[in-house]
Each structure stands twice: as C-alpha cells, then as structure tokens.
C-alpha cells in the first residue's frame, strides 16, 4: 500500500513523531548569536571556548605515526589498554587518586561523551542532580534527555563563584541522587579550595550521594597546584565519577578524546551505553593523547602561563574601564559584572557586538544566575584581547554619552 507522506509530516502536529523530552529542550541561546557574528566582518570574538593554540606538534605527530603504522582498526571498547594504563597513571600522579585501568577507566568521545554516559548510567527517571551555576550550556539538557531532574544552584560573585556547601545542602531533597561539579568552571573561571571541597564531599556522603566532577579545565589552574580529585577524599571513591579529557589544557579539541575513571559497576554500566552507542573513540586520536600524556606537558605548561598573561590583562583592563570582574583562578574566561551599565546580559552582547565588532556571549546563556555578566573567553591572542579591551571601553563611554 502507498504510504501517505502527508500523513507521515503529521502536518497539524508536525512534533507528535518526535520524542517530546526532546523537542521542548531549548536550543542553545549562543547559537542564533553567533551565526549572526559569522556573518560580520572585523569581529574581535572572546566567545570561543576553545584554544586557539594548535595542538602542540609532538601530538600531532603521534596521531601521523599512527597512521603510518597502519592502525586504523576499532579498539576495545573501553579504550586502548596502553592508554587506560596511562591515563590511570596521570591521574594517581597529579589527582591523587587510584584507579585501575583494567576495570575502572573508559576512554570516550570528548569527555562530552564521558559526562552523557554518567549521566545515562545513573539516572532513573525523576532523579535530581544538583550543580553549580552559572554553568556549561549542556548541564541542564544532558540530565533533561536522561528523564533527570536538573537543579542548579547559583553561586556568587561575592564568594568568588565558589559553591557554598550550605546552599548545596539546602538544595539536596529525597530524590537527589548527584551533585554534579565543575571547577574550575565554564563560565565563571572559579575554583574551589581543600576546605569547600571537603564540605562538599561531606554533604556527599551524609546523603549517600554520587558525584561527577567534570574537571576538563583543571590544568588550567592559575596558583600554580592542581586540586586532589574529590574521590580521593575518605568515602569518596566509590561514589564519584572522575571525568576529564584532553581538549582544553593539551589543546585538542578537534581529537575528541576524553575519559571517566570510577567505581566498576558505573564504568560498566557506562561502557554497556559506549558500546551500543559509540563502539570505541578513534584509535588515531587515541593514540595521540597517549603521546599527549607522554611528551605534552612542557607545552601545556607553555599554554597555561600564556592564558595567565592574558587573563591578567583581561581582569585589569575590564576593571580599569570600571566592570568589577573576578580574578578567574582557573580556565580560560573572564566573567565581568556589567549591571552598572543598565543593561541586561543580551543588550550589552548585543550591542557591544553590533556597535563596536566585539562578540562576547551573555551570561545568562549558562543559566539565570549568569544574568548581569557575559562571558569572555581569553583563548585569543594577546594582541585581540587589547583590541577588544579598546572597543569595550568605547562602548562603555557610548553609554554613558546617550
Ligand atoms: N565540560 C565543560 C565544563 C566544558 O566547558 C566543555 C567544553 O567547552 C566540555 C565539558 C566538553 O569538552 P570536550 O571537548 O572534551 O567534549
């Protein structure tokens, strides 16, 4: 019989063939934003959240020295052993935590994938899942599309964007089952210190909570340390997920490499998803972490000290023009306080883009606590970033003319 394609459009109800959970998420709020940008000429863009270093030649090496011996199969689902192995090893020597390669460690798309898979791994419809905000744009609709529950909780300027334990604990009710936790963090450049780590793995473990740590920008600590892991707290291991990757501090987002290291039952449970999913991560951009893991730290160090220059003109600058900002202790982002401008978060990026070519993305694209900010990415050369500060500070004295 002749299908009826009319029928298939559902033309009245052109959703009802889609799965609702789906269609009613929003879309990104950035993405209409910067299609317009792409289409200007002579736009300074801090919206970027990538580096704009080239990943360092030596990887990009390993990844053509995997090519020209052949390997271009599939590997185990879980990762190559050489690099579970490895990554196990860097994780015990900088995060001080302890994990078994074999059993404990799965390498995944981008640690994008790593977070969707924890994620779909723990979540029964209805569960809740506490993070901190202003936060990465996918948060809220990675535990939307696994049935969760999204509950951020704001954090604040005043405290350095730090979550405050008691404002976590409030936030905690009968169906929490996560707290979900990036520090440094994407928008704010924030850290949390040994003792709000602590509170917060208390709080983990008086409720019987899991938490992910999304710690991709961890490098890219700017006091010089790195954090122990929060499972490597008392308690902790058998409740965290540790997720990371290689895309920010060895600048290798283009590889799509990352990874989740935790309790066996989760990282089965995770790699079950991986396998139907996704299968494996490309061997060659495997192979090239491994050699990142190597030989790349000398130039992520390189890259860490240049982003601290840069932030430390970005922070001075906006506050010279008179935009309280935060000294950013980790990351890549500038996050200033535009209230006294009297606009909102979309007008300034709005107008600051269409009158003086700056593109900066607003802050309330990370949640309704980023409202009264944008964010700034100072992954761009030192020469933009004065530019920029030019145009911004042009713009602010536009305002104050009119
Ligand atoms: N988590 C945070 C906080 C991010 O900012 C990003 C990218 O911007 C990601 C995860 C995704 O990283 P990946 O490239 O490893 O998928």
């Excluded at 939307?144 to 009710?173: C, I, Q, S, W």
């Excluded at 995770?270 to 494996?280: A, F, T, V």
């Excluded at 220059?309 to 922070?315: A, E, F, M």
């Excluded at 982002?333 to 978060?345: C, D, E, Q, R, V």
């Amino acid at each position: 019989m002749k299908k009826n394609t009319k029928d298939l459009k559902s033309p009245r109800n052109p959703e009802s063939k889609l799965a609702r959970h789906i269609v009613t998420l929003p879309k990104s709020g950035i993405r209409d934003f910067f299609e317009l940008v792409n289409t200007m000429d002579d736009v300074i863009s801090l919206g970027i959240g990538e580096p704009d270093f080239v990943t360092p030649w030596t990887i990009r090496e390993g990844s053509i020295y995997s090519l020209e011996r052949g390997h271009t199969s599939y590997t185990s689902n879980l990762g190559l052993p050489s690099l579970r192995k490895a990554i196990c090893e860097y994780v015990a020597e900088n995060y001080k935590a302890d994990y078994d390669p074999a059993h404990e460690c799965i390498v995944t798309v981008g640690v994008s994938e790593a977070l969707d898979l924890a994620v779909r791994a723990i979540t029964n419809p209805g569960d809740e899942i506490i993070y901190n905000e202003p936060c990465y744009v996918s948060y809220y609709s990675e535990i939307r599309m696994a049935h969760g529950v999204p509950v951020p909780v704001p954090t604040y300027e005043k405290n350095n964007f730090a979550l405050d334990p008691a404002d976590l604990e409030k936030a905690v009710t009968p169906k929490t089952k996560a707290i979900l936790l990036n520090f440094p963090c994407n928008p704010t450049g924030a850290t949390l210190d040994m003792e709000q780590l602590e509170a917060i793995a208390d709080i983990a473990r008086r409720h019987d909570l899991l938490v992910l740590s999304d710690l991709i920008y961890s490098e890219l600590t700017y006091s010089g340390h790195i954090l122990p892991a929060i499972s490597s707290l008392p308690g902790m291991k058998e409740r965290t997920v540790f997720l990371h990757g290689f895309s920010k501090a060895f600048a290798m987002t283009g590889f799509r490499i990352g990874y989740a290291c935790g309790p066996f039952e989760i990282i089965d449970t995770m790699m079950k998803i991986h396998q139907y999913s996704m299968l494996c991560a490309p061997i060659t951009a495997q192979e090239a972490a491994e050699e990142a893991l190597r030989n790349g730290k000398r130039d992520m160090e390189s890259m860490r000290r240049e982003y601290m220059n840069r932030r430390n003109v970005i922070v001075k600058g906006f506050n010279r023009m008179g935009l309280s900002c935060f000294m950013p202790e980790g990351a890549f982002y500038a996050f200033p306080n535009i209230t006294s401008t009297g606009l909102s978060s979309t007008e300034f990026a709005k107008r600051l883009l269409m009158e003086q070519r700056v593109a900066v993305v607003p802050g309330n694209a990370f949640g309704k606590s980023g409202e009264g900010y944008v964010r700034c990415s100072y992954a761009t050369s030192m020469e933009k970033i004065r530019e920029a500060l030019k145009r911004i500070d042009a713009f602010l004295k536009s305002l104050k003319k009119s």
